[in-house]
């Protein structure tokens, strides 16, 4: 009862922040993401007779028990489905850092759904895969497909409508997306905990929810037409949005450090120069450059100098979440 799958994380074009339903995970707005091909997580679990409690050993060394608590209380649902009480051992490496804004939880729940399920002998399809991924971390719901994908809020008190689709695959369109590191720190409050916060103390969540529909439309749009301009602005005016409204809390949540803001200062400049280039960012510093393939070799190095920037990580589009063997 053993089994491996190998996920990626994914960046949203069109963020997810603010839950609809903490308790099922629903998310309280759609989003629209880009799953990256060069950053994965392996994850095996093990449901055994012997075994006597749950375990997580993530990237080597022994899982804090928070996240032994959200592991379990994740299979809880694998094997209710399945109908097995057996413990499990997981294991989980990244080849990224976690926890650091590069959607460490997406590609960790993601693959820890199929190797789960599988393992407990569960057949099912990308969507109830996703469906599943979503209630361990929204984000993974996004990742159990590869290339654009759009996640649905939903309509049913169940949830099992809040799944993610794919638009199109990831040979749809060669975008590059490269990762700005500015710290491979972990961030002090979680996405989970912040979207909470800012929805019971923003006074323009509303606001936020509302005019998210808007930017999926046109996201989508932008998407099925290969409208890069236009994918960029939207992603960066989505994305500001979500740190203003974010900010707008009490107290307010900033995930940006002076590195933070440079980068984007140098983005802009070079879209000046006619660099096609646009940010994206998430709950933590580091900033996520948008562009071309023609164009990523000098965005690399320009994004490179600025200070404060560790390295760059270049990304493309990959696919979704797959077995790796048993
Ligand atoms: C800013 O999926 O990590 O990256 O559902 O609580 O696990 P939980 O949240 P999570 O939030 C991701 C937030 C984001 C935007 C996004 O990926 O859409």
């Given amino acids: 009862m053993q089994s491996t799958a190998k996920a990626h994380p994914n960046i949203a074009l069109v963020k997810y922040w603010g839950k609809a339903d903490p308790r099922l995970n629903l998310p309280a707005v759609g989003s629209i993401s880009l799953t990256?091909?060069?950053?994965?997580?392996?994850?095996?679990?093990?449901?055994?007779?012997?075994?006597?409690?749950?375990?997580?050993?993530?990237?080597?060394?022994?899982a804090a028990d928070k996240q032994v608590e959200r592991v379990s209380h994740f299979l809880d649902i694998i094997r209710k489905m399945a109908g097995i009480g057996h413990r499990a051992r997981v294991s989980s490496e990244n080849n990224f850092p976690t926890g650091a804004g590069l959607a460490s939880s997406a590609s960790a729940f993601a693959s820890l759904t199929v190797a789960a399920s599988s393992a407990a002998g569960l057949n099912l399809s990308p969507g109830k895969l996703s469906e599943i991924a979503r209630m361990g971390s929204g984000s993974a719901a996004r990742s159990i497909f590869g290339g654009f994908v759009e996640m649905k809020t939903g309509q049913k008190a169940d949830g099992s409508d809040a799944v993610a689709i794919q638009l199109e695959d990831e040979h749809y369109w060669d975008l590059q997306l490269l990762i700005a590191i500015t710290s491979e720190q972990e961030k002090e409050t979680t996405s989970g905990e912040g979207m909470i916060h800012t929805s019971r103390t923003s006074p323009f969540y509303g606001k936020w929810l509302y005019s998210s529909q808007r930017d999926l439309e046109e996201m989508r749009a932008a998407v099925f037409t290969r409208n890069f301009p236009r994918l960029g602005e939207i992603a960066e005016h989505n994305c500001l949005k979500m740190h203003a409204v974010m900010m707008s809390a009490r107290p307010g949540l900033i995930y940006w450090t002076p590195p933070t803001l440079e980068i984007i200062r140098s983005i802009r400049n070079m879209r000046r120069r006619d660099i096609p280039v646009y940010f994206t960012i998430d709950a933590g510093p580091q900033v996520k450059a948008l562009c071309t393939p023609q164009a990523a070799a000098e965005i690399g190095k320009t994004l490179q100098r600025v200070e404060g920037v560790k390295r760059v990580i270049e990304c493309t589009p990959g696919p979704g979440t797959t077995l790796a063997g048993n």
Wanted: hydrophobic share 35%.
């Fill in 36 to 62: 990256l091909r060069e950053l994965h997580t392996i994850s095996t679990v093990r449901f055994g007779e012997e075994i006597e409690k749950d375990n997580l050993i993530l990237n080597g060394r022994q």
